[in-house]
């Protein structure tokens, strides 16, 4: 009887302790990209691997956080296809260890500067409760040779978050929006060199920290999980 309790509790460890396990990963999570404010087609692109022996069947689907003008729209590109801008989600099979790119379109159609963040959520179809979580910021509005977004180097701490975490390098910070994955802007603060932003009242969970520049340009992105 001891042996069988011993093996039932051994088993189902070792199927908690897999389940745990990712079974992809999507490289990099934050892409940033700037582009002329006259180029059409702003392209973002990252990769997804398969972490295991067998096929995964992913499924994502897009959020847009922020975008401006707001008549502007989204295009998204996985190993299959790419899909038409109302389509905001779709499933594909990946083989095993297979990587394969991930695109995300910015179609800048309007002549004037242009920026975007724009939210895809991955999901084993296999594993619901283990998402990955991947953001594409686009900027549109280089006129010149010059024309640069500031150096995506802000250090946030702490990650994770009780209450509230800070910035280092922070200089060229003049907003911090605070997105949830649902897509809500659930805070936005008015960035100063002593500040502390607090998450007081937030759920636990996960969140998306974006960073405007002095200009009013999301230049910088960062994931945190709030305890």
């Known amino acids: 009887m001891k ?31 700037s582009a002329p ?10 990769q997804i691997k398969n972490l295991t022996n067998a096929n995964r069947t992913i ?22 296809a790419c899909y038409a801008t109302w389509i905001d989600t ?11 790119p991930m695109i995300v379109h910015l179609l800048n159609n309007s002549g004037s500067s242009a920026n975007a963040v724009v939210q895809l ?6 594993d619901l409760d283990n998402p ?16 640069q977004l500031p150096a995506a180097n802000v250090r946030l701490f702490p990650n994770p978050v009780v209450e509230s975490f800070s910035l ?23 960035a100063s060199s002593d500040a502390s ?9 996960s969140y998306l920290v974006a960073l405007e520049s002095k200009d009013g340009k999301l230049f910088q992105a960062v994931q945190i999980k709030k305890q």
């Open 168 to 190: 280092e390098n922070a200089e060229d910070v003049s907003r911090v929006h605070v997105f949830s994955h649902e897509g809500r802007q659930v805070a936005v603060f008015e």
């Open 132 to 147: 990955q979580y991947a953001y594409y910021i686009f900027d549109a509005s280089l006129v010149g040779t010059h024309d």
């Open 59 to 80: 499924k994502w689907e897009r959020t847009v956080l922020s975008i401006s003008p707001d008549t502007l729209k989204t295009q998204v590109c996985d190993p299959n």
């Open 37 to 46: 404010i006259n180029l059409v087609d702003v392209e973002a692109d990252n």
């Open 121 to 126: 959520k991955y999901t084993d179809q296999a």
């Open 90 to 100: 779709k499933t594909f099979i990946i083989g095993p260890g297979a990587t394969a």
């Open 3 to 33: 042996n069988f309790i011993f093996t039932l509790l051994l088993t189902l460890f070792l199927g908690v302790t897999a389940s745990a396990q990712a079974t992809f990963d999507v490289f990099p999570d934050t892409v940033s990209v």
């Open 197 to 205: 932003y607090s998450l007081t009242g937030q759920p636990a969970g």
